[in-house]
C-alpha cells in the first residue's frame, strides 16, 4: 500500500559533486580528464561514464581531446548538487534534501524532524501534489519550472523574537530575487506575498509548533512561479498570477535562484535571531509595499475594514488611513484592493 510518505528523494554522489564543483569553478577553462581521475582516485573511462551520467540528467558538457571537459550549460531544472555548489560559493550552511515530487514540502520538513534530520535543513521540490498556502488555500504546484522550498529551524526561544521572521524574509528574499530582474521592480503586497505589476509570483506560508512558551519549529515555505509561462495556469489563475520568466522575459538558473532564495531565508533568520536587523521593518518595507497609497479592503475574523494603505508599523501591521486621517491597523488577515 501506498502512503503519503512515499516520495523518493534523489541524492547527489560526492563524486558526482566534486566533478560539478570542478567544473563549476573553472567557467572558462577546461578541466582535464586525468585530473578529475586522480581527484576521485578512479580511472579515465569512469569518469568518462560518470560525465556521461550527468549529460543524462540535461547537463551540458563539451568535451576535447587532449584538453578536457568543460560545462556548458547547466540543467533547467533543480539538481541537488547545484543547489549545493551555490549555497557552499555562498557560504550557507544548509543541507538541502531534493524531492522531484512531494505532497509538501513544508509537510516533508515536518516528517524529516522525525526522521532526525538535523536542522536547519531545506526541503526543495519539482512538483507538490498537496501544496498548502495561507488561510487553507491550495498552492498551485504543477509545474516543474517552478521553485517549491522549505526551510525548518529550531529557535528554541520566546516565539516573540521570531515574530516579524516571515516579513523579514519576505524583504530578503524580494531584495535577492530582484538582482535577478533588473528590468522589473519586484515588491511585496502584505503581508506574504511576492508581486510585481499587480500579479503575484510568489506566496510564502510560515508554520510553527509552540510547546508552552517555546517556539520548537518553524517552518517557512516559498513557492515561486519561477520559469513557467503564465499561460498553462489554471484558468483561475491568469489574470491574478505571473512568472519571473514572464517578468522578466527570459528564463532564469534555477539552481542559483534556489540558492540564493535559501541563503535569504538563513540570512533573515539570523538575524531575527541575533536581534540583528540592522534596518526598522517600516522603513525596510517601505520601498517594496506594493500596496502604498491604494485603496484595500482588509478582511481581519469577519470584520471588513477599508481605507488607503499607506506602511507598516513596527509590529507589522499594515496601516490604513481612513477619510478622518486616523489609521488602523490590521495585525493579520487578507487584503484585496478596491476596484
Ligand atoms: C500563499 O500565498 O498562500 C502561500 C503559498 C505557500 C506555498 C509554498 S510552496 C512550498 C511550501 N509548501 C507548501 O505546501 N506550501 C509552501
Not at 101 to 123: H, L, M
Not at 254 to 264: M, P
Not at 272 to 278: F, R
Amino acid at each position: 500500500m501506498s502512503t503519503d510518505t512515499d516520495y523518493k528523494e534523489t541524492q547527489s554522489t560526492e563524486d558526482e559533486f566534486t566533478i560539478l564543483k570542478a567544473l563549476l569553478d573553472a567557467p572558462d577553462d577546461f578541466v582535464s580528464g586525468s585530473l578529475l581521475a586522480e581527484q576521485l582516485g578512479v580511472s579515465r573511462p569512469a569518469i568518462h561514464g560518470k560525465l556521461e551520467k550527468l549529460r543524462e540528467k540535461g547537463f551540458e558538457i563539451e568535451a576535447v581531446r587532449n584538453r578536457g571537459y568543460r560545462l556548458v550549460k547547466e540543467p533547467e531544472v533543480l539538481h541537488p548538487a547545484l543547489i549545493r555548489y551555490y549555497l557552499e560559493a555562498d557560504a550557507t550552511d544548509m543541507s538541502v534534501r531534493y524531492f522531484p515530487v512531494i505532497d509538501s514540502t513544508n509537510s516533508e520538513a515536518e516528517r524529516q524532524i522525525t526522521y532526525g534530520t538535523k536542522s536547519p535543513f531545506a526541503i526543495a521540490s519539482s512538483c507538490q501534489t498537496k501544496g498548502r498556502g495561507r488561510l487553507g488555500r491550495e498552492w498551485y504546484s504543477a509545474s516543474a519550472d517552478n521553485l517549491y522550498l522549505s526551510v525548518l529551524f529550531e529557535p528554541n526561544i520566546p516565539p516573540q523574537q521570531l515574530q516579524h521572521f516571515t516579513l523579514w524574509a519576505g524583504i530578503y528574499i524580494c531584495r535577492a530575487l530582484q538582482s535577478f530582474t533588473p528590468k522589473a521592480k519586484l515588491q511585496i503586497k502584505w503581508p506574504n506575498d511576492l508581486h510585481c505589476d499587480g500579479r503575484k509570483f510568489a506566496g510564502m506560508l510560515t508554520e510553527a509548533k509552540m510547546d508552552f512558551d517555546t517556539l520548537r519549529s518553524i517552518i517557512f515555505g516559498i513557492g515561486i512561479n519561477l520559469n513557467s509561462n503564465p499561460s498553462s495556469f489554471p484558468e483561475e489563475l491568469r489574470s491574478i498570477a505571473t512568472s519571473l520568466y514572464a517578468i522578466n522575459g527570459e528564463e532564469l538558473p534555477i539552481n542559483k535562484i534556489a540558492a540564493r532564495v535559501l541563503q535569504a531565508i538563513n540570512e533573515a533568520y539570523e538575524a531575527c535571531i541575533q536581534n540583528q536587523t540592522t534596518e526598522a521593518l517600516p522603513e525596510a518595507w517601505a520601498p517594496l509595499n506594493s500596496l502604498h497609497g491604494k485603496p484595500v479592503t482588509a478582511l481581519q475574523g469577519d470584520q471588513e475594514i477599508t481605507g488607503i494603505a499607506s506602511g507598516i508599523d513596527a509590529s507589522g501591521a499594515l496601516l490604513l488611513t481612513q477619510p478622518d486621517g486616523s489609521t488602523i491597523p490590521v495585525r493579520a488577515g487578507d487584503v484585496t484592493l478596491k476596484k
